[in-house]
């Protein structure tokens, strides 16, 4: 049972390019989410999924698009990514009310 | 719209000291309340949800409706819990399973 799988851990980018981040989790949970981590401003949610075909925007989606075809995979593309984007990006499962599990990251650079 | 405050952007102490970590939360209904601990570089992990009333780590935290607060509380702090904590609010509405995070707060236990 491995959780919560993020790939890659690092990435750099040059700004214009675009990529997708990689998110999978074993645990058969519907919710599934995405998170930008920045110092002073916490976690924001990008977007979330409550299942398989069903996703919505959170509180920052521009420039970010997900697609929930499984269960089990959540990817998050940067369409053009921007310097704007350098961030800590979490992916994060939830079944019923226990709360989160959260993936161990990606730190993403745009240059 | 649903907030989670966090006064205290650092937090230092000496170790055997005692800790409370405050959090502040506004919403419309009744509150889902977690904690999220973030060892130095690593995923954030549950650390205490209100509704299970559970002890993790030497750690506490009562829901106090009429204050609107759900603080962070250990009698004696120890070098191990240096790290960033989150307060988290779930919602909005009865099923969601989103999380509204606080800005964090990063605790610093000195020897």
Same mark, same amino acid.
């Given at each position: 049972?491995?959780?919560? *799988?993020?790939? =890659? ?13 990689? &998110? ?6 519907? +919710? ?5 981590? /920045?110092?002073?401003? @916490?976690?924001?949610? !990008? ?10 925007? $959170? ?9 929930? %075809? *499984?269960?089990? /995979? ?19 499962? %939830? +079944? ?8 161990? $990251?990606?730190?993403? *650079?745009?240059? | ?14 170790? @055997?000291?005692?800790?409370?970590? #405050? ?27 209100? !509704?299970?009333?559970? %002890?993790? #780590? ?10 609107? %607060?759900?603080?962070? #509380?250990? =009698? ?9 904590? +989150? &307060?988290?609010? #779930?919602? =909005?509405?009865? $099923? ?5 995070? @606080? ?9």
């Amino acid at each position: 049972n491995a959780g919560v *799988t993020q790939t =890659p851990k690092f990435q750099v980018l040059k700004t214009g390019q675009s990529m997708t981040l990689q &998110c999978a989790q074993d645990m058969n949970h519907e +919710y599934m989410s995405w998170y930008r981590q /920045d110092p002073g401003m @916490g976690l924001r949610l !990008i977007h979330y999924s409550v299942g398989a075909g069903i996703t919505d925007q $959170g509180e920052v989606p521009n420039g970010y698009n997900v697609s929930r %075809s *499984t269960t089990e /995979d959540f990817p998050l593309r940067l369409l053009s990514a921007a310097p704007s984007q350098t961030s800590v990006y979490f992916c994060a499962s %939830s +079944y019923d009310d226990y709360g989160y599990t959260f993936g161990s $990251g990606t730190r993403l *650079t745009v240059v | 719209a649903q907030r989670v405050t966090q006064p205290e952007k650092l937090l230092s102490v000496f170790k @055997g000291a005692p800790v409370e970590l #405050k959090c502040n939360y506004s919403y419309s209904g009744s509150p889902e309340l977690f904690w999220y601990v973030q060892y130095s570089r690593q995923r954030l992990q549950l650390l205490l949800r209100h !509704i299970s009333r559970e %002890s993790i #780590k030497g750690f506490t935290a009562d829901l106090n409706k009429g204050e609107t %607060s759900f603080h962070l #509380k250990k =009698p004696f702090a120890q070098e191990e819990d240096s790290a960033m904590y +989150y &307060c988290a609010l #779930k919602g =909005p509405g009865a $099923g969601s399973y989103q999380l509204t995070f @606080g800005k964090g707060t990063k605790l610093s236990v000195i020897p």
